[in-house]
């Protein structure tokens, strides 16, 4: 499967040129929207620039450690219960402590990057294989992507080529990405498809699509959407899209969305294959 990269301006709507069925493309590197726009998105909270500049990295942080002390908590209740039957199944118990173990080290990995990013160090990164990296995030998500029953399909390519990147912080861009597509197929009656794809759509780009069958982006949402604090869901923190675009930035790419409202959404990161500036 070959994926140009999306060229339209933020929020417009684009003709596809295979099909003329218009769509929007978003690209977050040219999302002007400012924190205090992206906050009175959400009503009721309005709140001051400066308030919202020291909200950032707080948010930031409780969403990205939020996400594996979650499940590390779900996995700990797990082993209990297998522990607590009239017969207990080790083998289970087993699973779940090797599944907390492995969690509370993304959780101490992603406070180590946090960390490091608070104090200005370059960028740890090393060689990553594609189909490993998500890999690595589906099995993270694979939790939610069951319990929505979302089908899941996987299109990497055999010929890919490596990257030089953060593993712990692509690999949370992408489970940020899959949980989004799984939250918004979650409950829908027709059918809910996320594919997850890459390729390399010129020698210098790899890219990694996440594309999902569900509501798509409404055009009133388009313009904020990778604005921190932009959430439509109740309990949403609106910080997801904005730390995947941090991410992508910080590895010298960039994240876009094109979606059809109505019929899904497609997230594209397009990450440089040539190492930049400031790699460790
Ligand atoms: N795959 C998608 N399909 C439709 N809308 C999406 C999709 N991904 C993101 N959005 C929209 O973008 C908004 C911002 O997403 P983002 O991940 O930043 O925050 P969130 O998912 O609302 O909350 P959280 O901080 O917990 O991730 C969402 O509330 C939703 O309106
Ligand atoms: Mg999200």
Do not use: Y
Not at 21 to 37: E, F, M, S
Not at 39 to 68: K, L, N
Not at 191 to 198: E, I, K, P, Q
Not at 216 to 244: H, N, Q, W, Y
């Amino acid at each position: 499967m070959t994926h140009a990269p999306f060229e339209a301006p933020v929020g417009t709507q684009a003709v596809d040129a295979k099909d003329g069925v218009p769509r929007l493309k978003i690209d977050a590197g040219r999302c002007r929207q400012t924190l205090a726009i992206s906050r009175r998105a959400r009503p009721g909270q309005a709140g001051s620039d400066r308030a919202i500049a020291t909200e950032e990295p707080t948010a930031a942080i409780a969403h990205e450690v939020g996400q594996p002390l979650t499940a590390l908590l779900l996995h700990a209740e797990a082993g209990l219960r297998w522990l607590n039957r009239p017969t207990p199944v080790l083998e289970e118990v087993r699973q779940s402590l090797e599944a907390i173990l492995s969690e509370g080290r993304r959780a101490n990995e992603i406070l180590k990057l946090i960390r490091a990013s608070l104090a200005r160090a370059p960028l740890r990164r090393e060689t990553l294989t594609i189909p490993a990296l998500v890999e690595s995030a589906i099995a993270i998500s694979r939790p939610a992507i069951t319990s929505s029953e979302v089908d899941l399909h996987l299109d990497l390519g055999p010929t890919l080529p490596t990257i030089r990147g953060n593993a712990v912080q692509l690999q949370q861009l992408l489970v940020n990405l899959i949980l989004n597509a799984t939250q918004a197929m979650s409950g829908q009656k027709t059918c809910r498809r996320l594919t997850v794809s890459a390729c390399q759509p010129d020698p210098d780009t790899l890219a990694i699509a996440v594309s999902d069958t569900g509501p798509g982006i409404a055009p009133e949402s388009a313009e904020c959407v990778f604005a921190p604090f932009f959430t439509t869901k109740r309990d949403g923190m609106g910080m997801g899209l904005a730390i995947c675009r941090m991410a992508a930035e910080a590895h010298g790419g960039r994240i876009a969305v094109e979606s059809l409202p109505g019929a899904g959404a497609t997230f594209q990161l397009l990450l440089p294959l040539c190492a930049k500036a400031g790699s460790v």
